[in-house]
């Protein structure tokens, strides 16, 4: 069971650091809100072709928790995805790969405050870590910045961001017992119903930029691989060895999010960056052993 959520969690994370690097390359060929609204409307569009047999048998649960699956969909795809695309106008993708490692430490967090979720100490280390790490990204090496309010406003609404998502990520446990077709086909239509006031506010403020061939490559990879199968396996991840230790390996992310930076996209990598990985590597590192022994 360990051996396949890590390989689920390790491809979920992968493909959600390309998914900075995708944010990254759309600037100037498709508009942030644009984007988010035809990735959510495209993949529920896919995903309702193949599993609409299964919301049909599944559509009395889903119509008695319609409200919370809207906004499940409203917060962990549309606000997040939103939030990180814009951010990434302002700030590298390295950036904010490393700054998504805050998510497990809020994870810890709200499962902790809200449901007395059990702990050890080594994962308290760990998304101590984890959350220095993400300091020293977001102040550029100069952690003093932080206490000064002084970081620009793309790694600002990544910080928020990675609030969305950590909310989304404990509000999983309250999911109808329904088949994953019919959860990721409401979570991607509730999504797309909820991005489109923005697209149309996008338009009709002029900022938004119709997809060119670029564009359009950009939403096709959103589409199939940060939407549909990472989406998936990271709610199967969960299921298997639960949001606290499936959370942890959110800190994959600016590993392969840096790698593909300084490759694909040629960013500067600075001493500071490579102490932020180092940190949030350990955190994970620690957490996820103290989890793992918890759980025997």
């Not at 495209?42 to 649960?61: C, E, H, Q, T, V």
């Not at 509000?171 to 239509?189: C, D, E, V």
């Not at 691989?225 to 949001?243: H, K, T």
Request: hydrophobic share 60%; proline share 3%.
């Amino acid at each position: 069971m360990n051996k396949k959520a890590y390989l689920l969690l390790g491809l979920t994370t992968l493909f959600w650091g390309g998914n900075a690097i995708a944010g990254k390359l759309a600037i100037g060929h498709v508009s942030p809100m644009l984007l988010t609204t035809l990735r959510w409307g495209l993949a529920a569009a896919m995903l309702f072709a193949i599993g609409w047999p299964r919301l049909r048998a599944d559509w009395s649960k889903v119509r008695r928790r319609l409200l919370y699956l809207t906004a499940l969909g409203a917060l962990g795809f549309t606000a997040f995805n939103m939030a990180l695309y814009t951010a990434l106008i302002h700030t590298s993708a390295i950036n904010a790969s490393i700054e998504q490692a805050g998510i497990p430490m809020l994870i810890f967090a709200g499962n902790y405050l809200l449901f007395r979720m059990r702990v050890t100490w080594a994962q308290i280390v760990g998304f101590i870590l984890s959350l220095a790490g993400v300091a020293v990204a977001a102040s550029h090496g100069d952690p003093v910045a932080l206490l000064q309010l002084d970081v620009n406003f793309g790694d600002a609404l990544m910080l928020i961001a990675v609030l969305v998502y950590a909310g989304y990520t404990v509000a999983l446990r309250f999911r109808p017992m329904i088949h994953w077709q019919s959860l990721m086909i409401m979570l991607t239509g509730t999504a797309f119903v909820t991005c489109i006031p923005f697209a149309l506010a996008e338009f009709w403020t002029g900022n938004a930029i119709v997809p060119d061939a670029q564009g359009w490559a950009i939403v096709a990879y959103t589409v199939l691989f940060p939407s549909i199968l990472a989406q998936i396996f990271y709610i199967r991840g969960v299921e298997l060895i639960g949001a606290n230790r499936a959370g942890l390996f959110i800190n994959l992310v600016p590993i392969f999010g840096t790698l593909l930076s300084i490759v694909i996209l040629g960013e500067d990598f600075h001493l500071y960056h490579a102490l932020a990985m180092i940190m949030v590597l350990g955190g994970i590192w620690l957490a996820e052993h103290s989890g793992r022994k918890m759980a025997t």
